[in-house]
Structures are given as structure tokens and as C-alpha cells.
């Protein structure tokens, strides 16, 4: 089983508003990854959880806040959104292991900030 | 210099064509290749992993050169279900971070 889980799979939400994004994986990976992807661009790597511990924030603003409650669940937390941050958000899970470090995606949060 | 650099594309090819992508990286050191196919709208999906002796998956073939750093992608047969987004991904660094070329996208046309 490959499967990474996101929800929701759509989400509309204003600046003033607070929200989440959640990612969950059952395939014992211990990393877990944050990706925004603007249209006709690659993913853009937001943070890195390794054994559930921030390992990479790629200066991403305050704004975003990411949280690992346990090995399989990964939040991403957001408020005080701007109508720029509109993207497909993405998660995805790896083992940190030098052979088998391939990298599943969830489907994605496409997110639409008014 | 980016790090990973594609072939801009797109790339409109008939049914049946073979159609071939490269991909060249900047960093000697990378460690891990690969290729991920994204439909519109769509999450990326692991294509095939990328090695040095090359790898062979139906009519999907790719190859590693390390002298040269770049990576292809060789498609054979095309069908209208390959129309997609290539993306080539490496990986570097000790905390193996993973780097996206910019995509190419693939349209096989009827």
C-alpha cells in the first residue's frame, strides 16, 4: 500500500480565516513532507519532518505552520492567508533510508484563498 | 544555473512515436534519480527509479549518465494515456532533499 491521504480535497477560505490541512500515511515512512505547487510549476519544497522532527523549513512565512503530531499524521496549519498563497498544497512520505528513499504523494489540498 | 534544468517542451507527438527527454542536474554529488509523471490537476506518481545500468519498464526506458549528469527518459509506442507532465527529480545533499526539474509536458495526439 502506497497510499498518502489528504484532506480536504478543496478548501476556499478568506484572509482573516484559520484552517488546516491533514496528511496521514500508514507505510511506517519517517519522513514526511509540505510541497506548494503554483500552476505549470513543479512542487516547491515547504518543510521536511524527519522522525517527527522538523528537520527543513525552507523560509517559509509564519503564516504556514506545520505540526507532526505522530509518525503517520502531518498538519499543516494556516492563518492570516494572502490570495498568493492559492496553490495545490502536497504531502508526502518517504523512508530516510540511503536505498529507499522514494518520495509518495497524497492528492493534494487545492487551496483558494479570497 | 538551476540545480535540475529539462527540456522545455511541450512536446506534441503522434500515437506510436517514441519520445525522448533529457534532464541534466548540476550537482556531482546527487545521489538518487528520478522520474514522476503528473496528470493535470493530479499528484505527481513515481514513474521509474533511474540508474547508472539504465532500467527498462514496458516501453518506458531510462538512463542514468554520471560523466555527463543528465538523465533521459525514453518513451516507445506512445499512447494517448501518456499525455502527462514529466518531471525529473534528483536527490542531494545529506538530508536528501528532493529537487524537481521544471516538467515537460507530453500531449500524444490521435
Known amino acids: 500500500d502506497t497510499e498518502v491521504t489528504q484532506t480536504p480535497k478543496h478548501l476556499v477560505m478568506g484572509m482573516t480565516n484559520k484552517k488546516s490541512l491533514k496528511c496521514e500515511q500508514h507505510?511506517?515512512?519517517?519522513?514526511m513532507y509540505w510541497y506548494k505547487q503554483k500552476a505549470k510549476k513543479p512542487p516547491e519544497l515547504m518543510f521536511v519532518?524527519?522522525?517527527?522532527?522538523?528537520?527543513i523549513n525552507e523560509s517559509v512565512p509564519s503564516r504556514f505552520s506545520p505540526e507532526c503530531p505522530n509518525s503517520s499524521l502531518l498538519n499543516l496549519h494556516l492563518h492570516a492567508l494572502q490570495p498568493e498563497d492559492s496553490a495545490l498544497y502536497l504531502c508526502?512520505?518517504?523512508?530516510?533510508?540511503?536505498?529507499?528513499?522514494?518520495?509518495?504523494f497524497g492528492p493534494g489540498t487545492r487551496l483558494t484563498v479570497l | 544555473r538551476k540545480e535540475v534544468e529539462q527540456d522545455p517542451g511541450p512536446f506534441n507527438v503522434p500515437e506510436g512515436a517514441t519520445v525522448a527527454f533529457n534532464c541534466t542536474y548540476s550537482n556531482s554529488a546527487s545521489q538518487s534519480f528520478f522520474w514522476y509523471r503528473q496528470d493535470c490537476r493530479k499528484e505527481p506518481k513515481l514513474l521509474m527509479s533511474v540508474y547508472s545500468s539504465g532500467n527498462e519498464d514496458g516501453r518506458f526506458t531510462a538512463q542514468l549518465n554520471r560523466a555527463s549528469q543528465y538523465i533521459s527518459l525514453l518513451i516507445r509506442d506512445s499512447k494517448l494515456s501518456d499525455s502527462a507532465t514529466y518531471l525529473c527529480?534528483?536527490?542531494?545533499?545529506?538530508?536528501?532533499?528532493?529537487?524537481f526539474g521544471s516538467g515537460t509536458q507530453l500531449t500524444v495526439l490521435p
Open positions: 527529480v534528483v536527490i542531494s545533499g545529506s538530508a536528501r532533499q528532493l529537487t
Open positions: 508526502a512520505s518517504s523512508q530516510p533510508n540511503r536505498d529507499t528513499d522514494t518520495q509518495y
Open positions: 519532518y524527519s522522525y517527527e522532527k522538523l528537520s
Open positions: 507505510m511506517g515512512h519517517r519522513a
